[in-house]
């Protein structure tokens, strides 16, 4: 299975469409290195992440706590804090480092907040495979907003011999957000065909792969059901910086357990756990996260290798590139029926707008929004 640890809720992005920043949790309370070494060791996948995690002081030090217990141990970043990035890459050249960015230039700099931010992002980049990195590469957020760079990120990722790791705009009580929604709905998701097509045309396997998550995310920007079942709780848990264990980022409901009072063993298996993993059998949410879609579309019997439903659409539509066709979307999602998002509230860019923030200390601890799950 995969786990997430959001090892802070500090942040020095200011994104459009997360609220972290302005309710970053106080570094005396945050999860430590003793509450992280009773995970059990075996994960396929460990994401260390945030917030923001080189703001972390620790950040090396847990990356050696956890990087024993997984196969494949990564940082989800701004990339903004370089110099952190560029040690722990020359302690452990093998980690995966994603970069989140939104665009080129002020376009990024705009929906996060951030001073430089593509400038310094790229600087970073450069630093990371210079400095040996392996399994380098960004990760974009899809939006109205930087809807017409979505290849253009792509491009960019592959002329650095990066990857580029994707995500549609979405709510969740982590972000303390409930009012995330795509207004031209249509757009946005023609703009992910090219980058669909794109990928496939690809001669990475790998990237074939992705094409498929991203038509996933077509269908999520849509607003229409998932492509497969959510196995979150069961193949993948998120731990918040307090140690609460959560089968995903997007409910709060979906409480299983406390890692600092509990066992892994208590919390996993207990009937609490039996009881949240019910609901999400249950839940109406249409997310497709990365953290849920790439656990959905395995092989229950052999995990390293997809689905036959997915294998089938991968080999079929690459065959039909090859031969000059054009992949028919209409076949595998709906634009007959798309939701109206047009009263949706719109985001604000706090690059220039001050803002402030809400130190969150143990016994206070809280999510602003508590029911962002029931929005879709």
Partial sequence: MDISIITTYRCNSRCSMCNIWKNPTHPDY?????????LPAGFDYLNITGGEPTLRKDLLSICHTLAPKTKTLEISTNGLNGDVLESVVRKYPNIKIRISVEGLDGKNDVIRGERNGF???LETMKRLIAAGGKDLGFATTFQDENSDQIVVLYQLAESLHVELATSALHNGFQFHKNDNQIYDRVRVAKQVEFLVTEMLSSWKVKTWFRAYLNLGLIAKILGQQRLHPCKQGT???????WGDVYACNVRNDLHMGNLRTQSWQEIYQGDVAQAVRSKVTECPQNCWMVSSAKTAIRNKHFARLPKTSVLRWVLINKLKLLVGRSIAFERYVDYAHVPDSSGATRRVSYLERPEKK??????SRRYTQLDSYFNR
Avoid: A, G, H, R
């Fill in 30 to 38: 945050e999860v430590d290195l003793e509450t992280l070494e009773k």
């Fill in 119 to 121: 400038e310094k992002k």
């Fill in 235 to 241: 193949d993948s848990v998120f731990v918040d910086p």
């Fill in 358 to 363: 809400v130190l969150q200390p143990e016994e």
